[in-house]
């Protein structure tokens, strides 16, 4: 939180903008390169979603700190409500432009792919053949406005909270399909040990910008503090920061996964 721990214990107190000596983000925690939990620090997130925030706070003259904030839903309400000031990569839809402050442009892009069990697949090449299946998805997730009113309209869905129960679902072919990025979902299926038990499907069913959303109802992010984060963004947008991010915790992601199976 962007106060401290004293005042949220004290609802009568007010808050002041001296009262802000930092600000806090949050974002998925199953989404590397982007964003995972921290091994040494469970409660913090990294990733080049989270160096990237942390480089703006540098820019800003503020530290931020990129916390674990609960499964991808939780996280999303810890925003929204202002508990936590910004999310650190959010896809733009019109239902979440109600709710939060997006700052354009989008910092990074990825594919949305269609995984499905290894040689236990079907013929894809479009959304309608997506029909009659049965997919997984994340509780409160996006792949973009345009694929989330055909599948609202055609799909069949099951929402969990957390990528690692959709892939096991799919594992045990209580799914046909999962939706899932691309990077997070080879990532996590090397974590759970099924890389060459999945697959994911060509094309992808979007590519979607990710964004730095800010909380409407953060007592931390007063106006002129909001221009310069967005004036700040689209420098770094503008430089290769954002891409060299992803490539080196790429190398950070996979460097942790030999350490964590070392004898």
């Known amino acids: 939180m962007c106060v401290t721990a004293a005042l949220l214990l004290i609802p009568s107190v007010a808050f002041s903008e001296d009262a802000c000596d930092h600000l806090t983000a ?3 925690a199953e989404y590397p390169p982007y964003l995972w939990r921290d091994p040494a620090n469970p409660h913090r997130l990294i990733g080049a979603n989270a160096d990237l925030i942390q480089h703006l ?17 939780r996280a999303q ?9 910004m999310l650190a990569g959010y896809f733009l ?10 700052v354009d442009p989008p910092f990074l892009y990825t594919s949305s792919m269609i995984w499905v069990r290894r040689n236990d697949g079907f013929p894809y090449r479009e959304w309608a053949d997506l029909i009659g299946r049965n997919g997984g998805t994340l509780v409160n997730n996006s792949y973009g ?8 309209a055609h799909l069949s869905l099951e929402a969990v909270p957390t990528a690692n129960q959709a892939f096991q679902k799919l594992i045990l072919k209580r799914n046909d399909f999962v939706i899932f990025e691309q990077f997070p979902g080879w ?11 999945v697959e994911a499907l060509e094309p992808p069913i979007s590519r979607e910008g ?12 007063p106006q002129p503090l909001r221009n310069r984060i967005k004036e700040e963004m689209q420098k770094m947008v503008a430089s290769s920061l954002p891409q060299d991010l992803v490539t080196s915790n790429l190398e950070l992601w996979n460097a942790q996964q030999r350490e964590s199976v070392k004898p």
């Open 145 to 152: 406005q345009a694929f989330d009113d055909y599948a609202k």
């Open 57 to 73: 706070g540098t820019q800003l003259g503020m530290r931020i700190d990129v916390l674990y904030g609960g499964p991808w839903s």
């Open 187 to 197: 990532a996590l299926a090397k974590k759970l040990g099924v890389k060459d038990a």
């Open 93 to 102: 839809t019109t239902e979440r432009a109600r709710t939060l402050n997006f």
């Open 77 to 85: 309400e810890e925003v929204r409500s202002g508990r936590i000031d």
């Open 210 to 221: 990710l964004y730095l959303a800010l909380s409407p109802n953060s007592q931390c992010l």
């Open 26 to 28: 949050t974002g998925n």
